[in-house]
C-alpha cells in the first residue's frame, strides 16, 4: 500500500512484521492490466527441460509445501521467454485460499484464482548458489500458473495423494520420478515483468513469467491442499490456508506479452 497508509494495515496475520517492503519498487504479487501490458513480439516461448529423476522430496515449510529438485546440475532447466541464459528448477510450491472464490497472488484484470502455483528457477550462470541467488537483482525466475476448479488433474493427484503426510509444520518425505511440466498449460502466452519473492526476504530478485491460461484441478484436490497444516506437532492447529501477499503497487513497471 502507500506509504500513508497506517502502518497497522500493513501487518500481515501471518506473518508478525511489515509486508511492504519501504523503499521497495519492484514488489510482488501485482494485478496484470491486460490493457496495459506491452505486446513484445522478441518474447520466445518459454521452454522448460524437466528431468522426472531430479525430483527429490516434499516438504511443509510451515507456509506452503516444496516440491524440491535436485540442482547440483543443469538437468531440470527453464530458457527462453525473457531469459538470457538458462535457470536451474530448484521448488515448485502453491498458494491457495481457504474456499475456491481466492487464493491466488497475481490477479488478471482484478480476476482471482483459487490458487496459484510457483515454480522456482535459479541463475546458474552468473550464481553458484540458489541462496545466493535469491539475493540478486536478476537472480531467480518463477513460472506462475493460475489454478481453476474443473476436471481433475490427473498427473497432480500423484503429488495431493502423498500431502497427508506432510500435514504438519517441518514434516519432509521422499517424492521421487515427478514431471513437473505436466503442471504447465498448454498454452504458451505468457506475461513478464521485474517483482520479487512474495514471502520473506522479499527481495527484487525475480523475473516473472505469469502463464495466460489457467490449468483445471477438481475440488477436491484443492481440499486437500487445505487440509495441510501451518503449525508443527504438538502445536494449537492451524489449516494452511490463505497463504497468499496482498497485491503491491506496480510503481514505474511495465508487463510485457508474448502475445497480442
Ligand atoms: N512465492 S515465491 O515464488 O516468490 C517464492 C520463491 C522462493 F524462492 C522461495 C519462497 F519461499 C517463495
Ligand atoms: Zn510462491
Not at 488478471?108 to 548458489?129: G, I, M, Q
Not at 514471502?199 to 484436490?221: A, C, F, G, N
Amino acid at each position: 500500500g502507500c506509504n500513508l497508509q497506517d502502518n497497522r494495515a500493513n501487518l500481515h496475520p501471518l506473518w508478525k512484521g511489515e509486508i511492504d517492503v519501504p523503499g521497495g519498487s519492484r514488489q510482488s504479487p501485482i494485478n496484470i492490466r491486460i490493457r496495459d501490458s506491452v505486446f513484445h513480439p522478441q518474447l520466445a516461448p518459454v521452454h522448460t527441460q524437466y528431468d522426472p529423476n531430479t525430483c527429490l522430496h516434499i516438504w511443509n515449510n510451515g507456509y506452503s509445501f516444496f516440491v524440491e529438485f535436485d540442482d547440483s546440475t543443469d538437468k531440470s532447466i527453464v530458457s527462453g521467454g525473457p531469459l538470457e541464459n538458462p535457470f536451474r528448477l530448484k521448488q515448485f510450491h502453491f498458494h491457495w485460499g481457504r474456499n475456491n472464490d481466492w487464493g491466488s497472488e497475481h490477479t488478471v484484470d482484478s480476476r482471482v484464482f483459487p490458487a496459484e502455483l510457483h515454480l522456482v528457477h535459479w541463475n546458474c550462470s552468473k550464481y553458484r548458489t540458489f541462496e545466493e541467488a535469491i539475493m540478486e537483482p536478476n537472480g531467480l525466475a518463477v513460472i506462475g500458473v493460475f489454478l481453476k476448479i474443473g476436471k481433475q488433474h490427473e498427473k497432480l493427484q500423484k503429488l495431493v495423494d502423498i500431502l497427508p503426510s506432510v500435514r504438519y509444520k517441518d514434516a519432509l518425505t521422499e517424492f521421487n520420478y515427478f514431471d513437473a511440466s505436466c503442471l504447465l498449460p498448454s498454452c504458451v502466452d505468457y506475461w513478464t515483468y521485474s517483482g520479487s519473492l512474495t514471502t520473506p526476504p522479499l527481495t527484487e530478485s525475480v523475473t516473472w513469467i505469469i502463464m495466460k491460461k489457467p490449468i483445471e484441478v477438481d475440488h477436491s484436490q484443492l481440499a486437500v491442499f487445505r487440509s495441510l497444516l501451518f503449525t508443527a506437532v504438538g502445536e494449537e492447529e492451524k489449516y494452511m490456508v490463505d497463504n497468499f501477499r496482498p497485491l503491491q503497487p506496480i510503481m514505474n513497471r511495465t508487463v510485457h506479452s508474448s502475445f497480442e
